[in-house]
């Protein structure tokens, strides 16, 4: 299955993103999925960077199967819109 990881990312380098996903992205491959990498680089100058950056995060939803939300993922607003466009478009939701 072809998974994307959802998690709370404000205020944090895409080190530390990384960081925090890289034993679910393991344990994930490691039951053969195949997990997209959503930790993208600078925004565009002149555009809100968090609305960027959750349209690019629902554009790679329309190419996945599902998603599996991190921990504090409900406290975070990209992460419960991206759980309402996965729930309303049939996605697998996995919350961990």
């Known amino acids: 299955m ?3 990881i959802s998690q709370p990312m ?3 380098t895409n080190e530390q993103i990384k960081a925090e996903r890289a034993e679910l992205v393991q344990k994930l491959e490691a039951e053969g999925h195949e997990v997209v990498d959503t930790v993208f680089d600078l925004a565009p100058k ?3 960077e968090a609305i960027y950056f959750l349209s ?3 554009e790679f939803i329309s190419q996945v199967d599902g998603l599996v939300f991190m921990p504090g993922w409900n406290a ?3 992460c ?4 309402q466009v996965a729930l309303e478009y ?4 996995k919350i961990i």
């Open 10 to 12: 404000k205020g944090k």
């Open 56 to 58: 690019k995060s629902i």
């Open 80 to 83: 419960r819109i991206e759980y």
């Open 2 to 4: 072809k998974l994307m």
């Open 90 to 93: 049939g996605k697998f939701i």
């Open 46 to 48: 002149g555009v809100d």
């Open 76 to 78: 975070a607003r990209g």
